[in-house]
């Protein structure tokens, strides 16, 4: 009977146990990256004029965006090397921790540097932080995704294995339509043993459309009332149909296999 008991117990306990999903090597791993943001970050700071600092801050809304927009502007001419370096350090470390808000510093791409320099500088920084996050993913990734999204994985895992022979398609997919969240394809393919050269192409091709219509929208700040007035039925369409169109190859292949 005390047996028993005593069973029972370490089962209530068991799952207390497992809630944090990494061990101290993962969570150093994870820290060592976090402190080498913090110190680009810190290298930025310092090499900034003395002045009043406190509108930079993440955005989280509109009003934040603008206020952070319109104080960026003045040292976007003199001090050009500095906010580009600041710009992609903090873009980067979003996609690498899977911090929402990206959508914010790309419209602030649109708004300070224009649709060319903007778009190349989004796509730039959103696959750097998507690559790192792939890289994190080898090592703390599997016990993470197995937490937060285990149905997801399963329905990931299933698809990438029906489409092993159109993989590249599958990922251009998945990047320019809603069907999977961007940060859950960073950190799930590397276990899914998706090669980096097709998650890095995909990425790259894939991003494209979506960061042009959002640089474009940042040239027009003031005039968004909410980040649903960035997508109307059209831009969306669009996507959607560049989506489609490249994934018609996978899809040709399953028929004749």
């Not at 500088?121 to 790192?132: H, K």
Request: with cysteine.
């Amino acid at each position: 009977m005390g047996k028993e008991v005593e069973a029972v117990q370490v089962q209530q306990h068991a799952p207390i146990a497992s809630k944090f999903p990494l061990n101290f090597w993962e969570s150093m791993v994870a820290s060592t990256v976090l402190l080498g943001f913090g110190l680009g970050l810190a290298g930025v700071y310092l090499t900034l004029p003395d002045s009043d600092y406190s509108f930079l801050k993440l955005p989280r809304t509109l009003e934040d965006l603008q206020l952070l927009r319109d104080n960026l502007e003045i040292y976007t001419s003199d001090y050009t090397a500095q906010v580009l370096v600041g710009y992609c350090v903090v873009y980067i470390f979003m996609q690498t921790f899977m911090i929402p808000g990206t959508v914010f510093m790309s419209l602030l791409a649109g708004a300070l540097f224009g649709v060319f320099k903007g778009v190349a500088l989004v796509v730039f920084t959103a696959t750097a932080g998507a690559s790192s996050c792939y890289f994190l993913s080898k090592i703390i990734g599997r016990p993470l995704l197995s937490s937060l999204w285990p149905e997801k994985l399963k329905f990931f895992q299933n698809q990438v294995a029906r489409r092993r022979k159109s993989l590249l398609n599958y990922m251009l997919f998945l990047r320019l339509t809603p069907t999977l969240p961007n940060t859950f394809i960073n950190f799930a393919s590397p276990i899914m043993d998706v090669p980096y050269h097709i998650f890095f192409m995909g990425t790259v091709i894939g991003l494209i459309p979506a960061a042009y219509v959002t640089v474009r929208a940042g040239l027009a700040l003031g005039e968004l009332q909410s980040i649903g007035d960035l997508y109307d039925f059209n831009s969306i369409a669009t996507l959607f149909l560049i989506g489609i169109v490249s994934v018609t190859p996978t899809l040709m292949s399953k028929d004749e296999s």
